[in-house]
């Protein structure tokens, strides 16, 4: 499969927030029936290591009778966190993610 980062957004509210969540979209076209991944990089590095999040973005993920997963996030560091989508089939699924600093770390 192939996967293309497309956007990101680093928070513009001051003190707290801005320090605290960035967020984008990613596009990952996989290859059926494995697990795709796609290394994503933060626009600005956090202090330390943030809680990622990260679902499906519109449409339906799962029509046609295609086996679809949830998307998980996993190797999260301070400069990015690596995605990763099963489908049964090829269908191009866009994610979205938010990474977030936990309470207190900033």
Avoid: C
């Amino acid at each position: 499969g192939t996967a293309a980062s497309r956007s990101h957004h680093v928070s513009e509210q001051p003190g707290y927030l801005y320090q605290m969540t960035q967020g984008g979209l990613i596009t990952i076209t996989p290859t059926a029936g494995t697990t795709t991944t796609l290394d994503v990089t933060f626009p600005l590095p956090f202090a330390v290591k943030p809680y990622v999040l990260i679902g499906y973005h519109g449409g339906s993920p799962g029509t046609g009778g295609s086996q679809v997963r949830p998307p998980g996030a996993y190797n999260e560091s301070t400069t990015g966190f690596t995605a990763a989508v099963y489908r049964g089939n090829t269908t191009s699924t866009e994610l979205v993610w938010l990474a977030i600093l936990p309470w207190g770390m900033v």
